[in-house]
Every structure is written in structure tokens, then in C-alpha cells.
């Protein structure tokens, strides 16, 4: 299983530089997953996009509508944010030991407890997973 962070998301629906090497990792992956957390996230990164006029309001919202119909025809697991998750990126944070943001750390503990693989284009994010003992690959 691999868990998709919403910078993989966003490169995926969106046009990016990364967008075909992305393409291509997530077409060759078994099975994907994502999180509520990511829903709200990927629809902020569109807001922005649209805001920085990097995106129209039209295609801001068919790539909307593209990804809503995927997490509708269950193209992707859900995982479910639970106490547990949360509980686990607070200590993560906790130990003062990683620049890990909170978002982040959910999308991390999301990952090492479903025992999935994270896959992100975050220097960062990737940074912390290897520091916690959590696989992932970086893209880009």
C-alpha cells in the first residue's frame, strides 16, 4: 500500500514539472491511499493555484470534480484519521527533534501505523520519515 501525500496528489491532477514522473510511480503502484486530511488539502492547493492564476476557476474545478470522482469510485483506500494517529504525531512533534509541521506528522503517523509506504515530493516530510524509521519515497 502506498500513501499518497497531497504534493503527489496536486502534481498528479495539476499541471507540475514532476507531473509525469508522478504519473508514472502512481500507475505502477499496487494500491494507493489517502486521507480526508488530504481532500481538504488538495482543494486548498487548487484554491491557491487559482488565486496565484496558476489555474482558472473552470479548470481548478473539472480537476476538482476529476478527483472527487476517483475518491468516489474508490480509485484510492481511505484511511481514517483516529486518536491513535493523532496521538502518535504529537510526540513525534513532542521530541523537538525534526522541523515535522502538524500536518505532516498526520500524514506520517497515517502511513507508519497502516504500514504503508509514503510518497511525497517533500525534501522535508521525507527527511522526518527516515528519521522516524517510516518508508518513503521521494519524487522529484
Known amino acids: 500500500m502506498v ?10 491532477y495539476c ?21 480526508s486530511l488530504n481532500e481538504v488539502e488538495f482543494v486548498s ?10 489555474l482558472t476557476n473552470e479548470v481548478a474545478n473539472r480537476i476538482l470534480n476529476e478527483f472527487q470522482s476517483h475518491v468516489d469510485h474508490s480509485l484510492y ?3 481514517t484519521i483516529e486518536h491513535h494517529h493523532y496521538q ?19 500524514h506520517l503517523a497515517l502511513a507508519a501505523t497502516e504500514s504503508a509506504e509514503l510518497m511525497t515530493a517533500d525534501k522535508q516530510l521525507a527527511k522526518a520519515a527516515k528519521f522516524f524509521g517510516v518508508s518513503a519515497v521521494l519524487i522529484g
Open 88 to 106: 502518535k504525531a504529537f510526540h513525534w512533534i513532542a521530541g523537538f527533534n525534526t522541523p515535522l509541521r502538524t500536518l505532516d506528522a498526520l
Open 45 to 54: 492547493a487548487l484554491a491557491r493555484k487559482v488565486q496565484e492564476k496558476e
Open 77 to 79: 483506500h481511505r484511511f
Open 3 to 12: 500513501y499518497l501525500d497531497t504534493s503527489v496528489l496536486a502534481a498528479y
Open 15 to 35: 499541471p507540475e514539472p514532476m507531473s509525469d514522473q508522478v504519473e508514472s510511480v502512481i500507475l505502477a503502484a499496487d494500491r494507493t491511499a489517502i486521507s
